[in-house]
């Protein structure tokens, strides 16, 4: 969905008319722009931008909604290595547009509450929050890759259960413990 030459994704909209008109917007978000995100991460590229696709609507129950998918490249912190680790962040959500907290607890569960003016929504400020929320708490680099591996692997004591041996394929276990260790 990505395109180097997409248009700045416009920073204030009326979302109620956009919901009406069945809108698609689409277009990009430099990330320099987004301060809470940017104190977030360990760093940007240069020029780095946030991909969005947005598509404003009524649902069954007449509810005005925003089906969203975001993409954005960041470098964070390893937490094992300290070190800076590539990422792209995506998100995909469904929020239901309100303006009030009383019509945010109308929504039913998998309608987050999107709270807007009556006439203007920033665009800009939404997407933050969704880039924060996909924000991994904990990121590490895949083992393999990680600088850190080999001093871990030294300072771990003698009796410690030792990872299963790099003898691959001739061992179906470590195949399989590599398999358990994922996700
Ligand atoms: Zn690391």
Redesign the pocket.
Known sequence: MSKASNAELPKSVDPYKLAEQNSVLEGEIPLSALARFRESVLGLGDGAVCCVRLSFSRDRERRRIVSGELEAPATLE??????P?ATTLTSRFVLGLVTSDEQAQQLPKDLEPFLTDEFSADLWTMVEDELLLVLPPFP??DRN?????DDLEALEPDGAPAEPEKSGKENPFSVLADLKTKH
């Open positions: 390893c937490q094992r290595c300290m070190g680790m590490l680099h890759e990680c600088p850190a591996r």
